[in-house]
């Protein structure tokens, strides 16, 4: 069964530094989706990609966030300088053809540990 | 009033029993409307899209109250392996244009 993959599954990192977070979403999907999850609280939108650009994204997704489709098959996610509070677990999710209503399907997420 | 708003739990229910929980989201613009899972430290996974109509998916039932802005989850005949965190997600097809999760109901269930 087709899956959404991301790398790494743990990252750790001094605060200040650049990540780079990596998501293969599935191979037919279209729309792209970044998530944040802080511990032992909710599920947080980042933002949506469709088309090559970005579709919509919150107000958490600042200038310190962005994303890119490199190569048409991965999606990342980049912090430029991160926070002590950016410590959380990062989901990818994909839809296919049902466009932005049709079932999300979620990576396994990235821990993202800022010291 | 929080944007989507659900009861934390936990829900302790013998195995076998039937369990509902509601969701409320305050924007009455709220377009569409699903029950996820999630398990401890795992990904969230789509239980259910919720309908105008209601619907029904096995031993799962859910229902959407536009009028009172709210989502119900029914699990009738439940399982050990049901336990889980259930989330209930919201999207609003408005200019501000947005996917909102609530923060999730804790369900065990007891053998």
């Known amino acids: 069964e087709p899956e959404v993959t991301q790398t790494p599954s743990h990252q750790v990192t001094q605060m200040g530094q650049e990540v780079i977070l990596r998501c293969v979403p599935i191979?037919?999907?279209?729309?792209f989706y970044w998530y944040r999850q802080i511990l032992g609280q909710k599920v947080e939108f980042l933002v949506s990609?469709?088309?090559?650009?970005?579709?919509?994204k919150s107000e958490i997704f600042d200038d310190q966030f962005s994303v890119e489709r490199p190569d048409g098959s991965n999606f990342t996610l980049k912090i430029r300088s991160t926070k002590l509070e950016d410590s959380a677990m990062y989901f990818c999710?994909?839809?296919?053809?049902?466009?932005?209503?049709?079932?999300?399907?979620f990576g396994p997420g990235t821990r993202l540990t800022v010291l | 009033r929080k944007e989507v708003e659900q009861d934390p739990g936990p829900f302790n229910v013998p195995e076998g029993a039937t369990v509902a929980f509601n969701c409320t989201y305050s924007?009455?613009?709220?377009?569409?409307f699903f029950w996820y899972r999630q398990d401890c430290r795992k990904e969230p996974k789509l239980l259910m899209s919720?309908?105008?109509s209601g619907n029904e998916d096995g031993r799962f039932t859910a229902q959407l109250n536009r009028a009172s802005q709210y989502i119900s989850l029914l699990i009738r005949d439940s399982k050990l392996s049901d336990s889980a965190t259930y989330l209930c997600?919201?999207?609003?097809?408005?200019?501000?244009?947005?996917?909102?999760f609530g923060k999730g109901t804790r369900l065990h269930i007891l053998p």
């Open positions: 999710a994909s839809t296919g053809t049902g466009g932005p209503d049709g079932e999300q399907f």
């Open positions: 191979s037919n999907h279209l729309y």
């Open positions: 990609f469709y088309n090559n650009e970005i579709s919509e």
């Open positions: 924007n009455s613009a709220s377009q569409s």
């Open positions: 919720v309908y105008s």
């Open positions: 997600v919201v999207k609003s097809w408005n200019r501000d244009d947005k996917i909102i």
